[in-house]
């Protein structure tokens, strides 16, 4: 082997030569995780950090049911050649019984970038038309078309200079510090999003498909306005289009009270994306969409993914599905979402610096500020909090375009005794520095 994997170079400067610059990881030092257990991750020195990061592993680390599963079906066979599969049938209806009756058809695809391009293309297919709604400060995926319909500046600081022309991008709704604030803010959004979409109608370039989160998870679980996404879908529609939530991030139950986020704002979309937290880990999304629309696209094709719905991944997607509703997840998220809440509400009463709390459930977002009349964002001190409570054993990072908001969407296994033990290092970080 060369020597740069045999010599004494450290594992981190070998990984640094030869991984892409552009994948930045969190810190100039990472701890070196070696294993994970519910929502601690555990690092070679036997050092223990608190995961408040990691919606990904929903179920937290190292379940013994999704790795006993997949062992299982690892033996037995792991294809997706175009057979029929119990667990591929299984998985299918066990999706389509957590979504409105209206939605009748599932594709399985292998990540949350994957779901946003198929779901892409399968609004355009449908709708005949290429151009496509979106929203400011969002983000959907690194490919081609889910990258288009990706406005973060977090993620792409030209983002607002380099989309394509097909992509129109409505004002971001955000209540706390957007252009319209407070009451009233959701119907004002509305409006201004409404006469951008009969702009495009009126300039002979319609939008076919609306793309967005229920709430802004790149922004750090911004609630969207009541009184918004209502109107939005239903001015979609009376032109022709097709609404798709992207419920990568919220759905799945993280929420608490709602399994998808669309619930909270009582819509049904057209197209529902979704992956992270189905797989536990492993690669697995799907699209699920009305049959009339998955349709539209096989006029012009088919469609299959080698990996995509493959029998191991099924199978691991009904154990995900098993374990959220056995150990009762959801209402986990609801209840020990609620003790955050509670917290960081009392945080905001003793430290100026914690302007705003966002977000439900297990996908919360707490905003620092240096002014609460001017609201000017704390980005520099959001990064010193994140360093320091990693120093104290948190994993926690900054989220949003100005990336002084913590984002906090730990497993939903997440305790209330880790709860209690993550705001008492947060309320220590801020008392000591601030
Ligand atoms: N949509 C949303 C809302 C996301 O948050 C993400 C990932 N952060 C994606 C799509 C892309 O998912 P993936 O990383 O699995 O490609």
Redesign the pocket.
Known sequence: PPSSITGTDSLLERRNRSFAALQAHYYDAPPRIERGWKEHLIDTSGRHYLDMVNNVTALGHGHPAVAEAAAKQWRLLNTNSRFHYQAVAELSERLLAQVPDSLDTVLLVN????A?ELALRLGKAFTGREDVLCVQES????SLG?DAVSTSVSDNPRAAQTRPGWVHAADAPNAYRGTHRGEGAGAAYARDAVALLQELHDAGTPVGTYIA?PRN??AGSIGTPPGYLDTVYAAVRAQGGVCIS?E??MGYGRLGRYFWGFEEHGVVPDII?M??AMGNGHPL?AVITRREIAEALSSQGSFFSSGGGSTLSSRIGVTVLDVISKEQLQENAGAVGQVLAEGFHSLMDQHALVGAVHGMGLYQGVEFVRSRETLEPAGEETLAVCDRMRELGVIVLPTGDRQNILKVKPPLCFTAESARFFLETLDQVLTDRW
Do not use: C, M, P, R
């Open positions: 990540s949350g970038s994957e946003v983000y959907h995926g690194w889910a989160e998870g790149n992207d990568v991030q994306t992956a992270k999304g």
